[in-house]
């Protein structure tokens, strides 16, 4: 059903982790979304080192993967059911709880930098105003445009394959919503969701991100998690300790459970384990309407007294029958990366594989 792992833990400095997504992976294409959550995870872990905050390095590693087409995340992501992009982001960061996103968004190059401004102009608001939180559609563009947020081509995010797809859906099912049709993918392509990154700056400050191209043949103008308060990312500090998490997987499901903000509730109790929590919240919650299958993936990070010790724990847990994602920390240069995968049953939606593996935890 699950494993747990704990390990040792040493002091560190900083901390990354990456997703590319839950889903189904295709198998031919299983080093090279390892490779990229590694080389993602190198290069942020540098520039962490070199003193850069939380949310400009998580911003950096999901602008690393919406710049790369086997992401489900700018460039490369699904097409709507007219043929366009429309892309979700967002990004939290621990210090002081401001959550800055963009929904069904065209026309923006790294949709993850948008959300990241919206963050930013909530530590200064103008005009007396509240500051948004949350801009979607063409007011997110302005909003862009308006902050020198760089924006391209309606095409710069369409790739061949994701257009080939388009096509052959439209034609197969008529115009009908993938969410309703049964099967999975073939071996032979790849389904994935949400990206997402945590990190752990050099001053202990915890910031996560997460971008999505959606679900493919989605209707124009859908919100998914990544856009969502509480249910697509969450991160806080309470006391010494700090929890961040980002989910992927079907948004509506996320979004009915809040389930990044779940999971990091949960970790905050003593009698909870996040496995039971995944069961409870997710698996056999009824919130969550419909006879879909239900399916998620996430990162969970705990850390605990970082400037002093860096102790902490990071969680993958995931429903889906694929999830790749990978870490590295100033104790452990060289990334851990892995594409958990899982045999799901005829019930996919009674399956669960949850690991915890240790922050940091390994010799270097």
């Given amino acids: ?18 997703h590319c997504g839950a889903g189904f992976y295709a198998s031919h294409n299983n080093s090279l979304f390892i490779s990229l959550c590694r080389s993602v995870c ?10 850069s905050s939380a949310v400009e390095a998580v911003c950096a590693a999901v602008v690393a993967l919406e710049n790369n087409p086997l992401t489900n995340a700018g460039v490369g992501s699904n097409l709507t059911r007219d043929g366009t992009v429309e892309c979700d982001a967002s990004v939290m960061e621990s210090s002081n709880n401001l959550f800055g996103a963009c929904g069904a968004v065209k026309g923006v190059k790294n949709p993850v ?29 302005q909003f862009a445009k308006s902050q020198n947020v760089e924006t391209v081509d309606l095409s710069f995010h369409q790739t061949e394959p994701r257009l080939k797809k388009y096509n052959e859906k439209k034609r197969s099912l008529h115009c009908v919503d993938t969410s309703t049709a049964s099967g999975a993918p073939n071996d032979a392509e790849s389904e994935l ?18 971008s999505s191209g959606g679900v493919a043949f989605k209707y124009s103008g859908r919100i998914g998690q990544a856009a969502t308060y509480g249910a697509g990312i969450w991160c806080e500090t309470v006391g010494a300790d700090g929890f961040a998490c980002c989910v992927s997987g079907t948004g509506e499901q996320i979004i009915q459970t809040s389930l990044a903000k779940a999971f990091c509730d949960a970790l905050q109790q003593d009698d909870v ?27 969970v990070l705990q850390v605990s007294d970082w400037l002093q010790s860096a102790k902490g724990f990071l969680h993958v847990v995931h429903t889906t029958p694929g999830f790749c994602w990978a870490m590295a920390s100033s104790n452990r ?12 049953p005829r019930d996919a939606s009674s399956s669960t594989n949850v690991q915890s593996v240790a922050v940091l935890g390994y010799s270097v």
């Fill in 193 to 210: 969701d949400t990206v997402g990154a945590i990190v752990v700056d050099m001053h202990g400050v915890i910031a996560v991100a997460s």
């Fill in 1 to 18: 059903m699950g494993m747990e792992k704990t390990v040792a833990i040493q002091s560190a400095k900083a901390f990354v982790a990456v």
């Fill in 273 to 299: 384990s996040l496995e039971s929590e995944v069961s409870s919240a997710f698996l056999n919650s009824k919130r969550i309407t419909g006879c879909h299958p239900r399916y998620m993936g996430a990162l």
């Fill in 42 to 51: 190198s290069e942020v872990l540098r520039t962490l080192e070199n003193g």
């Fill in 333 to 344: 240069k060289n990334p851990q990366a892995q594409l958990s995968r899982l045999l799901l």
């Fill in 113 to 141: 930098l948008l959300a990241r401004e919206i963050l930013h102009q909530q530590m200064s608001p103008r005009d007396g105003l509240v500051a948004p939180m949350i801009f979607v559609g063409d007011g997110a563009v």
